[in-house]
């Protein structure tokens, strides 16, 4: 599977938005929005945009797990783009040109925000840091936000009463 950089600046079609149809209404319908994502998402599972979409709604509903398999494929995706290993962990500041904020790479790193961020939500504090500290070293100007994240993860600072079990 390959993506290139135009991936990033489409939309997502007139055909997969037919499909979405009320998903724009989750907070008053929130079933419709999800089975309307999924509907979308069975057409175009590689679509960047309808995967954020889809990871806001489930980061928004407090669906952690549900968010992160869409955070771990716009990582995919971006790391196609871009010319990365698949595995974040082989990922290094030579890798790309991260000094830039080219929407590629800003997708990259805030992917992996997301994972690190859902996964100490969810309890994983050691996995959250490790892909926090990741990104923050990609990112050493802490755009992302993710060498203060990392800080705070470490401090046992994320609040997890109302998350999932």
């Given at each position: ?114 994972l690190g961020y859902c996964r100490?939500r969810l309890g994983d504090v ?30 046992g600072g994320i609040d997890d ?5």
């Amino acid at each position: 599977m390959t993506y290139d950089i135009e991936a990033f600046e489409a939309d997502i079609p007139p055909d997969i938005q037919a499909l979405l149809g009320g998903a724009e209404t989750a907070y008053q319908d929130p079933d419709r929005a999800e089975q309307a994502l999924h509907a979308a998402l069975d057409k175009a599972p590689d679509n960047l945009a309808l995967r954020v979409a889809t990871y806001t709604f489930y980061f928004y509903a407090n669906r952690l797990r549900d968010a992160m398999p869409h955070a771990e494929a716009c990582l995919a995706i971006s790391a196609t783009a871009l010319g990365l290993p698949q595995d974040w962990r082989l990922v290094g500041p030579e890798s790309a040109s991260f000094s830039g904020f080219e929407r590629p790479q800003r997708v990259y790193l805030k992917s992996l925000v997301a994972l690190g961020y859902c996964r100490a939500r969810l309890g994983d504090v050691e996995g959250a840091e490790t892909i926090l500290r990741k990104a923050a070293s990609l990112d050493p100007a802490d755009r992302v936000g993710a060498g203060r994240l990392a800080d705070v993860v470490a401090r046992g600072g994320i609040d997890d009463e109302d998350d999932e079990d």
